[in-house]
């Protein structure tokens, strides 16, 4: 039996629709609408009960050896990596064995399609080699697009626009909400908001974010969602643009470059009052504060001022 066959045969047993109890379940009612539910061969179950049922598929790995010939890539599915982080990935694989086999589905004509690892099987193309340790997974058409992202969300190196990505998706295919999304990924509803508020930004941002996506983190990106809402889109943008030519500017100094300008503030002579040539008092105001600073003689009489200074200021008050 061919590498090929054996792994199909051990992935049979990993069915998602094996329950543990063979009594009928109740079906789901939908909560939205009915295209928020997925049907997984034949059966009703919540977005929730199949995605659990996938990250327990893909916890009980068996992976197997698959030619490389038989991969073939399926367009906007690869992950993007930098130059450098793509080297780094090809020089690890050609000294260390594959850590995390890559996860195919098999097409009606023997071949696989990659579902996640396909820059893993670049290198190892690459590299010369003819077979990559891969796990079959036997699922829906529907289910293909969450086993891609919980494949990729074990990798510790995911940059935050990338999980965003991966959420935008899931959502725009399955309409999954905010909750459900937290609960499979297993974080956080308020780290799941964070990360969407990458789609608050101007698309031209989204795409430059997609050539270098672990350039830009979720709270960095929630502040600039608050500035582009507030009306400085132009900085956000020429904020992201800098960011991404330049590695020597900061998240920070992005974030700072899209705050709003400081008022300037015009600086007001201060007033002087003279008795011939001797200078008596010189009056200055700012930021909501007007000062009086009193001259020779006149300054031991500083009270006297005061109450003649608050005088005139309630009979200017009371002419109103």
């Known amino acids: 039996m061919s590498t090929a066959a054996k792994q199909k045969a051990k992935a049979a047993g ?116 003819t077979e990559i340790d891969g796990i079959v997974l036997d699922i829906d058409a529907s289910m293909v697009e969450y086993a891609a992202f919980f494949s990729n969300l074990l990798s510790p190196t995911l940059s935050d626009f990338e999980k965003f990505w991966g959420f935008k998706s899931l959502q725009d295919s399955t309409g999954i909400t905010k909750e459900e999304l937290a609960k499979a990924a297993g974080i956080s509803d308020s780290h799941v908001g964070r990360i969407m508020k990458f789609d608050l930004l101007p698309d031209e941002c989204k795409e430059l974010l997609s050539t270098r996506p672990e350039r830009l983190g979720s709270n960095a990106a929630e502040q600039m969602a608050k500035a582009v809402s507030e009306g400085r889109q132009e900085k956000v943008k020429a904020a992201i643009e800098r960011l991404i030519s330049d590695d020597g500017f900061t998240q920070a100094q992005a974030v700072a470059a899209t705050r709003p300008a400081k008022p300037t503030q015009t600086a007001h002579q201060p007033l002087v009052v003279k008795r011939g040539a001797r200078k008596i008092c010189q009056i200055s105001a700012r930021n909501g504060v007007v000062g009086v600073a009193f001259s020779g003689n006149e300054a031991s009489e500083t009270e006297q001022w005061a109450e003649r200074i608050h005088a005139f200021i309630e009979a200017e008050l009371n002419k109103h």
């Open 14 to 129: 990993i069915r998602l629709d094996d329950d543990l109890d063979d009594s009928p379940s109740e079906p789901v009612a939908p909560r939205t609408a009915p295209g928020q539910l997925i049907g997984l061969q034949g059966r009703v179950h919540s977005q929730q009960a199949e995605i659990d049922k996938l990250k327990k598929a893909l916890e009980q790995r068996a992976p197997g050896k698959i030619p490389l010939s038989k991969l073939h890539e399926v367009p906007g599915r690869r992950r993007r990596l930098a130059p450098a982080e793509y080297a780094e990935l090809k020089a690890n694989l050609a000294a260390y064995p594959l850590a995390q086999p890559i996860t195919v589905r098999e097409r009606p004509d023997g071949d696989y399609d990659i579902i996640a690892g396909h820059n893993r099987a670049s290198a190892y193309r690459e590299l010369g080699r």
